[in-house]
T-cell receptor, first 115, second 112 residues
């Protein structure tokens, strides 16, 4: 089954509000997590990443929180703008000990920003 | 610096036909990947390469072959296309085994 999943498939947010997109993962060996944004008809675009030795990382208007106790990852977008409308994917990279080359992606959450 | 490019952007095939998708990157990345994306699903790894001359199977390799003859190029081949291979194909590259993967714009393939 899915090793990475999302709590909500769609999320509608008023422009200017904060958005929170959640992601659950099941592999406790994962040591790297990444969020991608995918606009319609385009390839995924990197937003932010975090390693398992951290519980929070901030970027420009975005924050990723990692809770290893409950295997939960979230992406917070501050002051959501219409340009943030897209599908957001989380992905995990389990450490296999011999080098890990595969990202496992969730199914995605569609964020719609209401003007 | 073009990043990751893919050709073609669109293609329609009949069942049984063959084709090759080309991925090129100009970032001198060692690792390259081919994914497929189907409606309502995330990206699934088909094949990947950890360096020139190497390839390995991912999650869904059946029906596909790959080659990495040059470091900057990663080719995905379909020898005998099937309708189940209708999908959007993305190529990606990365500097290391973990870390950000850079994606191309995708190839939309329809097999009738």
């Amino acid at each position: 089954g899915e090793s990475v999943g999302l709590h909500l498939p769609t999320l509608s947010v008023q422009e200017g509000d904060n958005s929170i997109i959640n992601c659950a993962y099941s592999n406790s060996a994962s040591d790297y997590f990444i969020w991608y944004k995918q606009e319609s008809g385009k390839g995924p675009q990197f937003i932010i990443d975090i390693r398992s030795n951290m519980d929070k990382r901030q970027g420009q208007r975005v924050t990723v929180l990692l809770n290893k106790t409950v295997k939960h990852l979230s992406l917070q977008i501050a002051a959501t703008q219409p340009g943030d409308s897209a599908v957001y994917f989380c992905a995990e990279n389990p450490y296999s000990g011999a080098g890990s080359y595969q990202l496992t992606f969730g199914k995605g959450t569609k964020l719609s920003v209401i003007p | 610096n073009a990043g990751v490019t893919q050709t073609p952007k669109f293609r329609v095939l009949k069942t049984g036909q063959s084709m090759t998708l080309l991925c090129a990157q100009d970032m001198n990345h060692e690792y390259m990947y081919w994914y497929r994306q189907d409606p309502g699903m995330g990206l699934r790894l088909i094949h990947y390469s950890v360096g020139e001359g190497t390839t390995a199977k991912g999650e869904v390799p059946d029906g596909y072959n790959v080659s990495r003859l040059k470091k900057q190029n990663f080719l995905l081949g379909l020898e005998s296309a099937a309708p189940s291979q209708t999908s959007v194909y993305f190529c990606a590259s990365s500097y290391g085994a973990t870390g950000q993967q850079y994606f191309g714009p995708g190839t939309r393939l329809t097999v009738t």
